[in-house]
Every structure is written in structure tokens, then in C-alpha cells.
């Protein structure tokens, strides 16, 4: 069946729907060249068109393993060629069966480079995935009524879980946190509690935590104050590790602001400059939002990591007490593993140890 994809700028991209289908989301791009199944579940895209830059996906099939939530929460997925004859070992089914199992909307045979070359001129912005036939009226009505703001609560856990390990006990904020992230820190022995978006810090401090982390997720930082008052709460008492949404909020909570970024940074291959130790990293973005480092001037906050392809704040850490966090996803998943180190550090900083602070080279 035809199908087409209409921003919000009024612009067109004609394609194939996978099945029939209607979907508004905030379309952004990914530059990975592999990685589709984690993206789709990676529940930070929660709200979002999913354009994939990569011109064959598909190619090697779907797994279990891959998924990073139990369910799909991006509004659609806009790629070049699906392949329909996927070839990997590990490969229990292929992509086009996954997506239509899932109810995932997905136009394909569409000319992402245009797509994407609309979206970085223009911004990020909404857009609609409709059959190729679908009245005008209709579509321009959906284009404008408001989505929804408040992602996080459609991705949180609805109940408290447990990951038991031997290791230091930490409390994980779930804002739609990642699977690969809880492999991570279980991988380094850490004992895990993860809670609902919402809890409070008394509860949290109530489970007696050697330290809590603040997960990704979904949606403008600003749109959960409820989990900024409670970080609030926290600092201070506890050692604290944030990844992406969770280290915007934590920015947010130590009185710095965020700022929606044009298009994002989105992808498998984004150098992150270390500006204690100079070295560069590989690292996997997903952020749509970025920490405003003016803001944090006349904070007892520190710049640990910068982008180095626009300059934007990377990583944070508090002057004096245990608290960082990193714009960037070191548990990958899709992406390199280079930034892995900082599941060690956070566990060391658990077990009393401090912050790495080496030479600072800017
Ligand atoms: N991966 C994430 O946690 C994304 C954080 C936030 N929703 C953003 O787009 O900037």
C-alpha cells in the first residue's frame, strides 16, 4: 500500500506502508549504521518518528537479546530498503514481521537523505505517517492538535523490581531506563532496585540505597518536575550516577537549565571529548535536549565531557559531593563500548571511593 510522510512544514515524502496505518509523532533522525531493534525499543523515543539514516535495514534479522524494553514506543519508523531476507546467527525472525506484530507503523522505500536533510534545515518537528490516499482536512488537523507532553509516565514501571546481586545496593529511577543499562550495572556486580518515575525521596532513602541512579527516558527534562524536586531531595544524602534524561534532570535539579537542541544528536558515532583527561571517545546518542552550560556558571557544578562535533555539555559532576552524569549512552545498544568504564566508577564511588579528577585539558 503507498503511504506518506507530511512534517509539519507541509513538505511530502512518498513511500510504501507496511500495513495500514495512521501515526503523528516529533520526527527525528538516527545516523547508525546497525542497531534498528534497540532503537525501536528504547523507550527515550517514546512520542517519535524514527527516520534511520542507514539506507539497508533489516539485514540481519531481530532477536530477544536486542530488545531494550518489553514493548515498542516510538510512533513510527521511516526507513530506505527493508530487507526481506535478513542473514545472522543469531536471528530468530526478520524486521517486517516484528514490525507488524507489534502494530510498529513503518513507510518504507522512502528518501531518508531528503527526509533528514529537511530535518536539519528546518528543526525537528511533528510530522504524520498516513496512507498515500488520506483526506487533507483530516491530516491537517491531526498535524495540529497538541501531542502528548509527558512521556514518562506511558514508559515508567508501574511496580518496584528487584536485579539482586552481591555488590552495593542501588536504587535505579526508572524514566524508561534501558535494559542494557540494568545489564550494566548488574554486570558490575551492583544490587538493583528499580522504582516507578514518581517515587519520592523519602521512599527512595526509605530502601536504604548505597547509591541511585537516574535513568534515560523519554521527553523535555521540564515536563517531569516532580522527579526534579525529588533528585533535589537527594543530593547530598546519596551518590548519585544520571545517564542522558536522568543527567538533564539532574542539571535541572542542581539549578542549571536545558534547552531543546535543533535536531538532536542521534546515533552510533558521536565524539565526546573527556576534558580532564583530553582523550576522545566513540560514544551512542540519543538526546533530543541538552544541558544550557551558561547556566551553570555560578554552580558548585563542573563540564566533564563536551561534544565535539557542536561543543554541547556531555557530562557534569558536583564540585565537592558524589553526584555526575553523562548527556551520552555508555551502556550502548545499540554502539561502541568505550564509555563502559563509567559503571566502574560509579560502583567504586559506592564502595567510598572518589570522582576521577585528573589533569584538565580544554
Ligand atoms: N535518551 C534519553 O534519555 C533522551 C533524553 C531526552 N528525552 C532528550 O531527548 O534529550
Not at 527493508?82 to 507489534?102: K, M, T
Not at 531528503?114 to 491537517?140: D, L
Request: proline content about 6%; some cysteine; overall charge neutral.
Amino acid at each position: 500500500m503507498k503511504g506518506k510522510l507530511i512534517l509539519a512544514d507541509g513538505s511530502v515524502f512518498y513511500g510504501q506502508l507496511l500495513s495500514p496505518c495512521q501515526s503523528v509523532g516529533e520526527v527525528v533522525f538516527n545516523t547508525g549504521m546497525t542497531g534498528y531493534q534497540e532503537i525501536l525499543t528504547d523507550p527515550s523515543y517514546c512520542g517519535q518518528i524514527v527516520t534511520l539514516t542507514y539506507p539497508l535495514i533489516g539485514n540481519y534479522g531481530v532477536a530477544a537479546i536486542f530488545d531494550q524494553s518489553r514493548k515498542s514506543y516510538v510512533r513510527g519508523l521511516i526507513i530506505s530498503e527493508l530487507c526481506s531476507h535478513p542473514s545472522n546467527w543469531q536471528a530468530e525472525g526478520g524486521l517486517s514481521e516484528y514490525l507488524r506484530s507489534r502494530n510498529i507503523p513503518c513507510l518504507y522505500n522512502v528518501d531518508t537523505r531528503a527526509v533528514t536533510r529537511r530535518i536539519r534545515s528546518q528543526g525537528a518537528m511533528k510530522g504524520i505517517i498516513v496512507p498515500a490516499n488520506a483526506p487533507e482536512e483530516e491530516i491537517k488537523h491531526l498535524l495540529q492538535t497538541p501531542t502528548e507532553t509527558e512521556t514518562v509516565r506511558e514508559v515508567t514501571t508501574k511496580r518496584i523490581y528487584r536485579m539482586p546481586n552481591s555488590g552495593p545496593r542501588v536504587v535505579v529511577v526508572d524514566y524508561g531506563v534501558k535494559k542494557n543499562i540494568l545489564n550494566s550495572l548488574s554486570g558490575v556486580g551492583c544490587d538493583l532496585t528499580i522504582v516507578p518515575a514518581d517515587t519520592s525521596a523519602e521512599d527512595i532513602l526509605c530502601l536504604d540505597p548505597d547509591g541511585v541512579f537516574l535513568s534515560n527516558g523519554p521527553g523535555d527534562p521540564k515536563d517531569v518536575p516532580y522527579a526534579i524536586k525529588t533528585i533535589r531531595e537527594l543530593i547530598g544524602k546519596k551518590p548519585i550516577f544520571g545517564i542522558c534524561l536522568g543527567h538533564q534532570l539532574l542539571a535541572l535539579a542542581m539549578g542549571g537549565n536545558t534547552y531543546k537542541l535543533k535536531f538532536g544528536h542521534r546515533g552510533s558515532n558521536h565524539p565526546v571529548k573527556d576534558l580532564f583527561t583530553g582523550r576522545v571517545t566513540i560514544t551512542s546518542q540519543n538526546h533530543g535536549y541538552a544541558v544550557d552550560e551558561q547556566s551553570l556558571a555560578d554552580l558548585d557544578v563542573i563540564v566533564t565531557h563536551r561534544a565535539v562535533n557542536d561543543g554541547t555539555v556531555e557530562g557534569l559532576r558536583h564540585k565537592t559531593l558524589p553526584v555526575f552524569s553523562v548527556q551520552y549512552h555508555p551502556e550502548a545498544a545499540p554502539g561502541p563500548d568505550d564509555n563502559t568504564y563509567l559503571f566502574r566508577e560509579f560502583r567504586a564511588l559506592l564502595r567510598g571511593g572518589e570522582i576521577t579528577c585528573r589533569r584538565r585539558h580544554i
